[in-house]
């Protein structure tokens, strides 16, 4: 009989999982024990092997997807074997969505007829709404208007200044009349497409107009394009703003912000040969200063013959290019996780100077007997357990209304791997040797970077070290990782001048920056753990008593 196999929960904090490769393809022979697939989880890819035997029928969730715990991931079974029913145990209830999408359209049809139809918004009267004045633009602020409501607005006419999500812009009138409303008031923001300001004939009902724009009327002004019969009794109307009229070519109107017709006029670029790439066609001043003028457009240059001859400037060409790249299962919880954690405990750092003369030549002795290799974080590490145990506030984590004291110490341990960041648990840390410690972050830092790591070695962390030393990277601050209270963020050595007994002599010093969660540590206690720490790495001897 077939047997079904669901995305499995790796870890206790697991939600979803990604399969980052196959390693057994359908109709491929499974034995119990055989790997299956490496699944990415939020914290680690891993290996998943199959418990049943027989032959892979189907693949529920293809590389490089993801999908929820529980969800159909595979199927093994006996070849030949029928499993429509297990893929389409679903039938009925989709059936019964499709009678009930079919009979949507007749409640629609009765709900339009039942309704009556919105009033139309009267002819001449022009919606303005909030512009999106840049690609990334979702809402706006009014940081000034330049006209009060009763003004006589001519096109091109700046309306107002808008802010947005990169800059403070003029924005201009594309309507002749009068400014009956304003919608939005200073300092006040509101989404894009929002009701800005109302223009039209002056005496307008605005009243009538807002109704009418709530209940979805439109206006009865025809669109542009099929205005011919509409215009005949507007060509007197237009000649007499003749001379006033700004820039049009074949009868329409050429939208153009001031900035880009003063550059225009400087320059004596006709606008009518521009094409804009701003909303609705609009030019803007990059389009003027990008313009190329074509071999139609010779003949106008042939007027500015008073113009200052500029030498042409050689630009760099070239093809933009972006790359969208899907985040992994393992990113998303990171940023996630480390989002939660940055928003919701308040972050305090404080960072202080560590004399590792002593613990060079301390490690150079150690690492002379034989089968034996400490490095410097190896004794960091030790230093921050022993400094634990004197002082278990740090070693706490927030609770709500309670604060939990940790009475062990586990020690975790920020390891980079090519998908992200893993952190592996030393449990006890403070009942180990240094030798020990060696050895054993050696073994989880490898398998970590294997993918051999287990779920359970990389939970449980009371403090947390990131070491980032051995990149040359000589102080920078970390975002604790949750529940933690705290994590010590560690330097590189670097050899200076420095001042012993009164005196300038070569020395070497690490950085070290302990980020709090002011919840649980106070600055008192924080500082109180680095004096210790920095007394048990400055004096090595003492982690070995």
């Not at 000034?144 to 003004?151: A, E, N, P, R």
């Not at 924005?171 to 009349?177: D, L, R």
């Not at 706490?396 to 309670?402: I, M, Q, R």
Request: net charge negative.
């Amino acid at each position: 009989m077939a047997e079904v196999i669901n995305m499995p929960r790796l870890s206790d904090t697991m939600e979803e999982g990604t399969v980052a490769k196959w390693l057994k393809k359908v109709g491929d022979k499974v034995e119990e024990g055989d790997i299956l697939a490496e699944i990415e989880t939020d914290k680690a890819t891993m290996e998943f092997e199959s418990f049943h035997e027989g032959t892979l029928l189907h693949i529920g969730i293809e590389e490089g997807d993801g999908a929820p715990v529980d969800s159909l991931l595979a199927i093994i079974g006996e070849e030949g074997e029928d499993i429509s029913s297990l893929l389409n145990g679903s039938g009925s209830s989709s059936e019964a969505s499709k009678e009930e999408s079919s009979s949507e359209p007749e409640d629609d049809t009765a709900s339009e007829t039942e309704t009556s139809e919105p009033a139309d918004i009267p002819e001449g009267v022009e919606i303005v709404t909030m512009p999106r004045l840049s690609d990334t633009m979702e809402e706006g602020t009014v940081a000034s208007w330049l006209k009060s409501v009763g003004d006589k607005v001519e096109e091109g006419d700046i309306l107002a200044e808008i802010e947005t999500d990169k800059a403070t812009m003029e924005f201009e009138s594309f309507y002749s009349g009068t400014l009956l409303h304003i919608g939005i008031q200073e300092g006040e923001g509101a989404p894009v497409d929002s009701l800005l300001a109302i223009i039209g004939p002056e005496g307008t009902d605005v009243d009538a107009v807002l109704n009418a724009k709530s209940s979805g009327g439109s206006s009865k002004s025809a669109p542009k394009k099929e205005a011919s019969k509409d215009e005949a009794p507007k060509k007197e109307e237009s000649s007499k703003k003749e001379e006033t009229a700004p820039a049009t070519q074949d009868g329409q109107r050429i939208f153009a912000s001031p900035l880009a017709k003063k550059i225009a006029d400087e320059k004596g670029i006709n606008l009518a040969d521009v094409k804009g790439t701003g909303d609705n066609g609009r030019i803007v001043k990059k389009d003027i200063e990008n313009f190329k003028p074509s071999s139609q457009a010779a003949p106008a240059a042939e007027k500015t013959e008073a113009a200052p001859a500029v030498a042409p400037v050689a630009l760099p060409v070239g093809e933009e290019s972006v790359e969208e790249v899907k985040n992994s299962t393992m990113r998303k919880v990171i940023a996630k996780r480390l989002g939660e954690s940055k928003f919701t405990a308040p972050h305090y750092y404080l960072t202080i100077e560590v004399d590792m003369d002593n613990a060079k030549a301390s490690r150079a002795q150690i690492n002379s007997l034989p089968d034996t290799k400490v490095s410097f974080n190896d004794m960091v590490l030790k230093a921050c357990a022993m400094a634990l145990k004197k002082h278990p506030q740090v070693n706490t984590s927030w609770n709500g209304d309670s604060m939990i004291y940790k009475r062990h110490i586990h020690m975790g341990v920020a390891v980079a791997v090519d998908e992200g960041l893993v952190v592996p648990v030393i449990k006890f840390a403070d009942q180990m040797s240094l030798t020990q410690l060696g050895t054993v972050v050696k073994d989880l830092a490898g398998r970590a970077r294997n993918k051999k790591i287990k779920p359970d070695e990389m939970e449980g962390s009371t403090f947390t070290v990131s070491n980032l030393g051995m990149f040359g990277i000589q102080e920078f601050t970390s975002i604790i990782n949750q529940p933690n209270s705290a994590i010590l963020s560690v330097g590189a050595i670097v050899d200076k001048p420095v001042v012993k007994n009164g005196e300038i002599v070569a020395g070497s010093t690490m950085k070290v920056t302990l980020a709090c969660d002011h919840r649980t540590v106070d600055g008192a206690t924080g500082a109180q753990f680095l004096q210790t720490l920095r007394a048990y790495l400055e004096n090595p001897v003492t982690m070995l008593a």
